[in-house]
């Protein structure tokens, strides 16, 4: 029976160049002329993640996208949406008006640009801009960028100010929002319920594809429900502690040394 493999891309797929190894490549190319399924599975927003798809070569038949942290599920093959999961708007602009006041850069997405408001960091928005590839639309209030709901909001700064954000969002928006970390830096904003591993089951639900059947591997806080939903849970060696807790396995080798190779091996190629 065919698997599925959920991977995460930063630490995870990817070294520490932001590069996939040969031996990563070479995996995950066996994987998929095995029938194997293959799903990037990230907080980077959909744009982003397209691109690094083509870069690697999964954008063909049984190849899926994360996006957003679990917000929408894309079929790369047919380049269609199967699941979005938008912030309600009130919602979001209550989180941007109290960035404000906490003086942290927050941004947001359209489909196809990070969208802020003037008041924010440059120097943190242009290293974002140069690592995921995405053009910035700049407005003096979010309201004029959005023509539809976003899928995810991105705080980033210090983790103390950043877990000062999140309390505010579980006091005040805990009914409509989600908040965690996928880096020390970076609180992820997302609605009620989302996260890779409820995108996992979904995935494994449109596909008819057993959850004993999902492998994930990961190696951030948002990791976790994806680790926790899948048959298989692998945390890479170079994981935080509170990933690898909940892992069923554990990588030998790290992100930099063919650690997503290793899983698929051990646990897809026959």
């Not at 995460?8 to 031996?23: E, Q, R, S, Y």
């Not at 505010?168 to 970076?186: M, V």
Request: hydrophobic share 40%; charged share 20%; with cysteine.
């Amino acid at each position: 029976m065919s698997k599925i493999l959920f991977t995460d891309l930063d630490g995870t797929l990817l070294n520490d160049a932001k590069k996939i190894t040969p031996g990563n490549q070479r995996a995950i190319e066996a994987a998929l002329a095995q029938g194997h399924r293959v799903v990037i599975a990230s907080g980077r927003p959909l744009s982003g993640a397209r691109k690094q798809a083509r870069r690697l070569g999964l954008d063909g038949p049984g190849c899926y996208i994360i996006a957003y942290n679990g917000g929408l599920l894309y079929d790369c093959c047919q380049e269609q949406e199967l699941l979005r999961q938008s912030i309600p708007m009130e919602a979001l602009y209550a989180l941007f008006q109290e960035a404000a006041r906490q003086h942290i850069h927050i941004q947001t997405y359209t489909d196809t640009a990070v969208a802020v408001e003037r008041t924010w960091d440059d120097a943190i928005l242009q290293e974002y801009r140069t690592m995921n590839e995405m053009d910035v639309q700049v407005v003096e209030d979010i309201r004029q960028a959005l023509e539809r709901p976003p899928v995810k909001a991105l705080v980033i700064g210090p983790q103390a100010r950043g877990e000062a954000m999140a309390r505010w969002i579980q006091a005040n928006l805990g009914d409509t929002l989600d908040s965690f970390f996928s880096s020390r830096s970076y609180l992820e904003v997302v609605r009620k319920g989302v996260s890779k591993g409820q995108a996992v089951t979904r995935l494994c639900q449109l596909l008819g594809i057993p959850m004993e059947q999902a492998v994930a591997v990961g190696d951030e806080a948002n990791d976790i429900p994806m680790l926790q939903a899948a048959g298989v849970g692998a945390a890479m060696a170079n994981a935080i502690p509170e990933t690898k807790a909940v892992a069923s396995y554990i990588t030998a080798r790290d992100n930099n040394h063919d650690g997503v190779a290793e899983v698929v091996e051990r646990f897809l190629l026959t």
